[in-house]
């Protein structure tokens, strides 16, 4: 005689032995996009994915200090000089030099090298080309005395010259330039050292200045 609950389990098990074969035969890439597509369907049901909130940037004055975890800056001067050697920034021909000068303040508790890590990622500047709107500097100088690259002690302001290699046809004297202020992020590390550095720059805030001239070299005048 036949078990009954066997006969019910060997019935189920049919079913459930055909569905297991055919996901095994599915691509592994497959879940991916079923899953995603079930996230988005139950996303949309919700009203959709929320949009993420940009950071705001606040509008600065010239010569105003935008004071963050790592710096103070204060964006003072433009000024566009047809080549820049005493401030290490080199034009050829076809290129002019754009250089801010501008109030640095290391506002952490350590010394900070200038030309790597901060005010090299702290400015950018906008509107110029998008070559340049997205590089560093192409040199960063202190103006008392022409040290490249210089270190900023905490809590010491310090004036440096901080220039672009820029086309000559993209900016003129009397042009407005907007200048980026970006605030990084301190991390630590979490390995065998507990190396600190300061990552991930974000814009806080923007100074809008007009060009100013400047000689064929020299200090920014």
């Given at each position: 005689?036949?078990?009954p ?91 002019r ?56 002690q ?19 004297v009397g042009d407005?330039?907007?200048v ?9 590390g ?32």
């Amino acid at each position: 005689m036949s078990d009954p609950a066997h006969a019910t389990q060997a019935a189920a098990a049919g079913p459930l032995s055909r569905l297991v074969a055919w996901v095994k035969r599915i691509p592994t890439g497959w879940f991916a996009s079923i899953l995603t597509g079930l996230f988005l369907a139950v996303t949309a049901a919700f009203g959709g994915l929320a949009p993420v909130a940009e950071a705001a940037v606040a509008p600065l004055e010239v010569g105003e200090a935008q004071d963050g975890a790592q710096l103070s800056v204060a964006v003072e001067r433009a000024v566009l000089f047809d080549s820049f050697p005493e401030a290490g920034a080199y034009a050829e021909e076809g290129e002019r030099v754009l250089a801010l000068l501008v109030t640095v303040e290391n506002r952490w508790s350590k010394p900070l090298l200038s030309s790597h890590g901060a005010v090299e990622q702290a400015l950018r500047l906008d509107g110029v080309t998008a070559d340049v709107d997205d590089a560093e500097p192409s040199a960063i100088a202190r103006l008392d005395d022409a040290t490249f690259g210089p270190w900023l002690q905490p809590g010491v302001p310090a004036d440096l010259v901080v220039s672009w290699v820029v086309p000559e046809t993209s900016i003129q004297v009397g042009d407005p330039v907007s200048v980026v202020v970006r605030e990084a992020t301190l991390e630590i590390g979490q390995g065998l050292t507990s190396d600190e550095r300061w990552v991930s720059p974000q814009a806080t805030a923007s100074v809008d200045l007009v060009v100013a001239a400047g000689g064929d070299r020299g200090g920014a005048e």
